[in-house]
T-cell receptor, first 112, second 115 residues
Framework: GQNIDQPTEMTATEGAIVQINCTYQ??????LFWYQQHAGEAPTFLSY????GLEEKGRFSSFLSRSKGYSYLLLKELQMKDSASYLC?????????????FGTGTRLKVLA | EAQVTQNPRYLITVTGKKLTVTCSQN?????MSWYRQDPGLGLRQIYY???????DKGDVPEGYKVSRKEKRNFPLILESPSPNQTSLYFC??????????????FGNGTRLTVT
């Protein structure tokens, strides 16, 4: 079946580094996405991985290991505005059709 | 500005009264989809469309209908809404085969309450 797991909540301090993990199971893996979502707002795209390794974008980095079904999002130099939910999503390509499967999200609280 | 526009933002209705939530994108995306988001359950896919006149059921299609007569529009129809359809709904679009790393772009959401 298809399944995505990520922690429900995490807390970190302003200026620190936090790593949000995501494990997934899917039969037709075609890429992994990370989104940020502030309460009541639409998810916004952060990063994309389809090959193994690390992708870096400013304060945000994302890592993928396809053999382990594992990804993480790394946030550096945390700011108060980083308090949000972080959604891990896998794109599954089966029989020529795409489906995006989302985890339930990790709510990150950044404390002063 | 590239965007996904969905309307209305807020909607309160009564059980059984048919409603339509509109979704339009101006990015010439082939792929469009609808999600509902409920506390503790995350984003769940209702329906998706790979291109015009092609639609498929997602994980929670019961009680919903969609149509894709034009590339830019993908309305969500609730023929007879029930209280368990009270939720936050998002429309999203992305490119497909020719732009494999194209992420989903989301509309601003529609908060629906069915009493």
């Amino acid at each position: 079946g298809q399944n995505i797991d990520q922690p429900t909540e995490m807390t970190a301090t302003e200026g620190a580094i936090v790593q949000i993990n995501c494990t997934y199971q899917t039969s037709g893996f075609n890429g992994l996405f990370w989104y940020q979502q502030h309460a009541g707002e639409a998810p916004t795209f952060l990063s994309y991985n389809v090959l193994d390794g690390l992708e870096e974008k400013g304060r945000f980095s994302s890592f993928l290991s396809r053999s382990k079904g594992y990804s993480y999002l790394l946030l550096k130099e945390l700011q108060m505005k980083d308090s949000a939910s972080y959604l891990c999503a896998v794109r599954d390509l089966t029989s020529g059709t795409y489906k995006y499967i989302f985890g339930t999200g990790t709510r990150l609280k950044v404390l002063a | 500005e590239a965007q996904v526009t969905q309307n209305p933002r807020y909607l309160i209705t009564v059980t059984g009264k048919k409603l339509t939530v509109t979704c339009s994108q101006n990015m010439n995306h082939e792929y469009m989809s609808w999600y509902r988001q409920d506390p503790g359950l995350g984003l769940r896919q209702i329906y998706y469309s790979m291109n015009v006149e092609v639609t498929d059921k997602g994980d929670v299609p019961e009680g919903y209908k969609v149509s894709r007569k034009e590339k830019r529009n993908f309305p969500l129809i609730l023929e007879s809404p029930s209280p368990n359809q009270t939720s936050l709904y998002f429309c999203a679009s992305s490119g497909t085969a020719s732009s494999y790393n194209s992420p989903l772009h989301f509309g601003n959401g529609t908060r629906l309450t069915v009493t």
